[in-house]
């Protein structure tokens, strides 16, 4: 069970424009949701967050649009530099106790390819 | 802030020897840190999450014999592959979480090939 999707496996975009990078989830227990970004044989770098309590956060030129009623988030890029090619994943935590806390669910993962 | 390491950072060994990796938290205690597994074109999978003084709590299908975790201090713990295998190689990575608990930053990885 894919409780975290990133539907689109791969984005290809020009230096300059947008990036929109998507992820969906299924458990509304989720309250908390990251993105990372990961080169290859590297570990995940943190990038941006946000709460359930807030649908937008941003962090210069990323920003994270949160959309609960369709369990959609969002993952702008503007403008996009060829240096942002990378994998990225979208994870979602969620504030159950016990063994769930703190865990996070990744999706597949995006690779996003800036062309100059 | 918020720098984890890994070592080694890759490791080939014989199948049937066991294999250490640590991983520290450089600039602040973890009370949390976890550690996953990815799998070529795959996404991180969880293996086990690990409380400092305390066993860890291994995801469903992870044998905790096989994969033994020591958090011995807020800013190590070290992940053992016993006895390893070929399907063991795999892309580890260790994870750390601040008081804070959401974000977690991870390491670099540990490269693990078994022939």
């Known amino acids: 069970d894919q409780q975290v999707k990133q539907n689109s496996p791969s984005l290809s975009v020009q230096e300059g424009r947008i990036s929109i990078l998507n992820c969906d989830y299924t458990?509304?227990?989720?309250?908390?949701f990251l993105w990372y970004k990961k080169y290859p044989a590297e570990g995940p770098t943190f990038l941006i967050s946000?709460?359930?309590?807030?649908d937008k956060n941003e962090d210069g030129r990323f920003t994270v649009f949160l959309n609960k009623s369709a369990k959609h988030l969002s993952l702008h890029i503007v403008p996009s530099q060829p240096g942002d090619s990378a994998v990225y994943f979208c994870?979602?935590?969620?504030?159950?106790?016990?063994?769930?806390?703190?865990?996070?669910?990744f999706g597949q993962g995006t690779i996003l390819t800036v062309h100059p | 802030g918020a720098v984890v390491s890994q070592h080694p950072s890759w490791v080939i060994c014989k199948s049937g020897t066991s294999v250490k990796i640590e991983c520290r938290s450089l600039?602040?205690?973890?009370?949390?840190m976890f550690w996953y597994r990815q799998f070529p074109k795959q996404s991180l999978m969880l293996m086990a999450t690990?409380?400092?003084?305390?066993?860890?709590?291994?995801e469903q299908g992870v044998e905790k014999d096989k994969f033994l975790i020591n958090h011995a201090s807020l800013t190590l713990s070290t992940l053992t592959v016993t006895s390893a295998h070929p399907e063991d190689s795999s892309f580890y990575i260790c994870?750390?979480?601040?008081?804070?608990?959401?974000?977690?930053?991870f390491g670099p990885g540990t490269r693990l090939t078994v022939l």
């Open positions: 994870a979602a935590s969620t504030n159950a106790g016990g063994t769930s806390y703190g865990k996070l669910t």
């Open positions: 994870s750390a979480t601040r008081t804070s608990r959401n974000t977690q930053y």
């Open positions: 600039d602040f205690q973890a009370t949390t």
């Open positions: 690990s409380n400092e003084g305390s066993k860890a709590t291994y």
């Open positions: 458990n509304s227990m989720f309250d908390y």
């Open positions: 946000i709460s359930s309590i807030k």
